[in-house]
């Protein structure tokens, strides 16, 4: 089966932006799950002849759960259950909040691929933003701007090529 792709982060960095944006990218929408509650959480997608599913795990209802973190480290554990790769969306114009950290201790601990974004990198300008993200311990971070489909290609080659 294909594989699954699962994005991860706190709520507000763009994960369900990011989302919607992989779905129109051409990489054609194979099939649409029936959403959950709210958002749709899962959609089949394409880059470059590669298909996966993507499933975005903000979307995902914790019922009673009303601790941020305790929701991050579910959503963090979740996904490396779940997914082949897993992309962690970070807000570059907010820098590195404690959440981050945390979600990013649970992520340093899996073998499977994970790659790290900074998203709201809307010009050029703000690619130094993207430095400080090293200190995450999750390798290079790739800058994107998930609203106008900035850079995403190169986030896409990424996933598809640690398959
Ligand atoms: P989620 O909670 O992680 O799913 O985040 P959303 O996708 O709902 O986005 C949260 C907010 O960030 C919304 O107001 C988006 O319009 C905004 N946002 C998302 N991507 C970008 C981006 O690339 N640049 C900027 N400036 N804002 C963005
Ligand atoms: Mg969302």
């Known amino acids: 089966s294909k594989p699954i792709v699962a994005i991860v982060g ?27 509650t709210r958002d749709r959480i899962y959609m089949d997608a394409e880059w470059l002849n590669h298909q996966f599913t993507m499933i975005d795990t903000g979307g995902i209802e914790l019922e009673g759960q009303d601790s941020l973190l305790a929701s991050m480290r579910i959503q963090a554990e979740l996904a490396i259950e779940e997914a082949d790769v ?13 959440t981050d950290d945390e979600i990013a ?3 340093r601990n899996t073998r499977k691929p994970v790659i790290l974004a900074v998203n709201k990198i809307d010009t050029p300008k703000q690619e130094m933003d993207v430095y400080e993200f090293y200190n995450l311990g999750l390798g290079d971070p790739t800058p994107i701007g998930a609203s106008n489909a900035l850079n995403l290609g190169d986030l896409l080659d990424r996933v598809v090529e640690s398959f």
């Open 10 to 36: 706190r709520p507000n960095v763009g994960k369900s932006t990011l989302f919607n944006q992989i779905g129109k990218k051409r990489v054609s929408i194979v099939e649409d799950f029936p959403g959950v």
């Open 105 to 107: 201790r649970i992520l």
């Open 86 to 98: 897993i992309v962690f969306l970070t807000d570059g114009r907010a820098g590195i909040t404690n």
